[in-house]
């Protein structure tokens, strides 16, 4: 299995980034996805997450409304369009393989906490700076 993120920058505030992760050694479309994020100096954070057909997805509060996760199972690609960005979604950005199983409850809204269980396979990430 490997998962290769890239397309991370620096922007200015309210710019947009679009992610990409490259997926193989695995059948893509047979698996659930997640964006996960880690800012400097804290914990990760769970980002989005878009189900196996790509029909359902989830993001987190903090992102929801100025990020869109999507995936092409064709060409075995997740992708992350990111606008609007803020200082504070500064951070390392993971893809990663998600067995968490999206018809479990989730918190209002659609989000859920981190929880490293829910992943077994994680790429390198890519890094995102949002800074004047």
């Known amino acids: 299995v490997q998962l290769v993120e890239s397309g991370g920058d620096m922007v200015q505030p309210g710019g947009s980034l679009r992610l990409s992760c490259a997926a193989s050694?695995?059948?893509?479309?047979?698996?659930?996805m997640s964006w996960v994020r880690q800012a400097p100096g804290k914990g990760p954070e769970w980002v989005s997450a878009?189900?196996?057909?790509?029909?359902?997805?989830f993001y987190a509060d903090s992102v929801k409304g100025r990020f869109t996760i999507s995936r092409d199972n064709a060409k075995n690609t997740l992708d992350l369009q990111m606008t609007s960005l803020k200082p504070e979604d500064t951070a390392l950005y993971y893809c990663?393989?998600?067995?968490?199983?999206?018809?479990?409850?989730?918190?209002?809204?659609?989000?859920?906490?981190?929880?490293?269980?829910?992943?077994?396979?994680w790429g390198q990430g890519t890094q995102v700076t949002v800074s004047a």
């Open positions: 878009i189900t196996a057909a790509g029909d359902r997805t």
């Open positions: 050694g695995f059948t893509f479309s047979g698996y659930d």
């Open positions: 990663a393989r998600d067995l968490r199983g999206w018809n479990r409850p989730v918190l209002p809204g659609g989000s859920i906490p981190y929880d490293p269980e829910n992943y077994d396979y």
